[in-house]
């Protein structure tokens, strides 16, 4: 079969699948070339990312023989990408610069992020310093050993039997032992002894 043999409307729908099977291909050749670099780079991007689901997961922070923290999850997450371990239904211990523990805490929910050096305790949070103040909050902040602990929101302290504080916020120095209590605060001290 002859290309002069062919009617011109045979000729004409040959000419046409051509056409249509080169812009087709070039098409498909085009694509392949603008996605090459993306699609390499979609699966570095994954390679580089980690993330786990973890039954039990501890994190601390320890430098030269010094242990600053610890921090214990029921359950938890980490993902490499930003940093962060979320951490649910959680205890743990804070330091002093003798590596006894000063204060300590349980949480619902806590998160650690490894840029920030952050811990924050969310939900159901209660503290407990080693002098025997004791303190519930809805969030609580701690950025590092040399800076204060930051609680939020329905903040209840109290020590022993003798003193009740209630406020918005309060600031807790980096050493523990004082407070600066904000936001409609009430403040109650008792007198425990017995008179004789």
Known sequence: MKWKNLSRKK?????????????LAWAFISAG???????????????????AQ???????????????????????????????ALLNNCIGNF??????????????????SSERKQIILYQDTHIVIKDGISLEADRVI??????????YGNVRITKNADFLATADSVEISPSYDKFKITGHTVSKMYDTKEKK
């Open 33 to 51: 070339v603008i996605t090459h670099n993306f699609n390499r780079s979609q699966l570095t991007n994954n390679e580089d990312r980690q993330e």
């Open 54 to 84: 973890i039954n039990g997961i501890i994190l601390t922070e320890t430098k030269n023989d010094r242990k600053y923290w610890e921090i214990y999850g029921e359950t938890g997450s980490y993902d490499s990408e930003n940093g962060v």
């Open 142 to 151: 701690w950025s590092g050993s040399d800076k204060p602990v930051i609680a």
């Open 95 to 112: 330091f002093d610069e003798k590596n006894e523990v000063s204060m300590s805490f349980e949480s619902t929910r806590g998160s650690y």
């Open 11 to 23: 000729q004409a729908y040959i000419a046409a699948g051509l056409a249509l099977i080169g812009i």
